[in-house]
């Protein structure tokens, strides 16, 4: 447990320089204003930053033990692409529908395109590790095709670029709460994470010591599309963030997700409010979203891994 | 005692494995051999209900396979494969601590502790308990797996073809391993083995497959003769007893 008692004052460190980061000055009056500011904005974007990065990076490590394979996430796993299918349908056919009732959609539409990731997996032999994320990347990409024709046909192209590009600038109280949902099944991630540490020992393996593994799967799969749910339909997806942060983890630590979940929590909330700390000052006072921080960095982590992960990825 | 009762897989009508009867006794250490295609590691997969059955039943203790609750069965019989893809990143003792899942779930207690203590000093893995996996050679990596079905601690235990892509000195190890766990330990070995000499030399029971049938079982004395292997394996040979061993030489 000592990494994350690590790391958890630098996260706190983070949150409070992510709170008095801003345009706005917080000592401008003293009418209360300042107190508004922080309630109504700064605080609830602090806490969805920590909440989805927390989520995300969690939600990476449980599709890699899921899918076996190193280089899987949300993003790279037809999972989020799905998911902004779901929201689209859900707009389209049901305009009032409230947030929540799109986000349940969104979730059951990413539970669908996973299910479907981890079929291909199993059907088609795949000679190299790094096939895999490359079949995520079509499957996604196929996903993202019919929903852009779709939003294009329909006039919705602005609100599937809010939910494919992570932003927290409309963060306001009320609006991020369903985060809390994503925060509340990875808990339930960390409550059964033995079980998913076994998963990713493989098939056979998980079957000798007693394990239901289809059902374990679904557990999973459920939790990975509800909390990549949460956050498309909040504040947009954040690439690659399932990703770097679990194999740094591993690297350091290994995978023995009881021990090590709590720390790849942590670091998720760190990084995620780190990268929308520098997209707020670079150009302030104007802003870089966070989807796209996180994409340049995550993508040369990403790219790091690939070429020296290679030589013991098999 | 595991009966094995008219077991069947098919592949597209092809039966892999073909209305297998056998019981294997509890005790001792039991070898199956035969060609590739076979269906030995077919049939130790329905055993270990790693593979469901087409047609038929397996018993252990009077224990359903199919039926049984996953960790029941857990705690009665493991098995080791040789294909041991592991994306989880484990050190050595977490890895062996795993044994104790069925009894523990991920939590556990002090008799776990001393069940993976034990079997890490077993398999003399102490100096490498905090490695993990991918730094270990891999005979240090087939001992760790031994140690995690040993941790286990079930009555029957099942392996496929562990020697695969051991050199000799790990190969003869591994099998003097499993004979003492036979031994010492009581527990029923069963393995799948593809070197006849390794099956004469460390088995009380042969049991020999060809084309998804049984074929023969008995003692290595029943079972090395010249006669009978080359009807399994459709060589010539012949068998010489070297000390109380019976050797097959199928070079000439």
Known sequence: MRPVLLAIPIVLLLAAVSVFTGVGSLAASDDGRGWLLIVESRLPRTLALMLAGAGLAVSGTIMQMLARNRFVEPSTAGTAESAALGMLLATLISPGLPVAGKMAFAALAALVGTALFLQILRRVPLRSQLMVPLVGLMLGGVVNAITTFIAYRYDLMQSMGAWMSGDFSAVLRGRYELLWIGFALTLVAYATAARFTVIGMGEAIARNVGLDYDKVVTLGLAIVSMVTATVVATVGMIPFLGLVVPNIVSLILGDNLRRTLPLIAAAGAGLVLACDIVGRVVIAPYEVPVGTVMGVIGSLVFLHLLLSRRAHAG | ?252
């Open chain 2, 1 to 252: 005692m595991i009966e094995i009762q008219e077991v069947t897989k098919s592949y597209d009508g092809n039966a892999v494995v073909d209305r297998v009867s056998l019981t294997l006794p509890a005790g001792g250490l039991t070898s199956i051999i035969g060609p590739n295609g076979a269906g030995k590691s077919t049939l130790l997969s329905m055993v270990s209900r790693l593979m469901p059955m087409d047609r038929g039943k397996v018993l252990v203790d009077g224990l359903d396979v199919s039926r049984a609750a996953g960790d029941v069965l857990a705690r009665r019989l493991s098995i080791m494969r040789q294909d041991n893809h592991i994306t989880a990143r484990l050190s050595v003792r977490d890895l062996v601590a795993f044994g104790r899942y069925p009894y523990s779930k991920g939590r556990l207690t002090v008799v776990d502790a001393e069940h993976i203590d034990r079997s890490i000093a077993y398999l003399g893995l102490e100096p490498f308990a905090n490695r993990f996996l991918d730094e270990l050679s891999g005979g240090q990596r087939q001992r760790a797996f031994i140690a995690m079905v040993l941790c286990q601690d079930t009555d029957y235990m099942l392996f496929d073809e562990p020697l695969n892509n051991l050199d000799i000195k790990h190969a003869v190890e591994t099998m003097r391993l499993l004979r003492r766990l036979a031994d010492d330990f009581a527990k029923t070995v069963v393995v799948v083995l593809h070197d006849i000499n390794f099956a004469s030399a460390y088995s009380d029971r042969i049991v020999a497959m060809q084309g998804g049938r049984l074929a023969f079982e008995g003692t290595p004395e029943d079972m090395i003769v010249p006669s009978r292997l080359e009807a399994i394996f459709g060589v010539d040979c012949r068998v010489h007893a070297v000390g109380e061993t019976r050797l097959v030489n199928y070079f000439e």
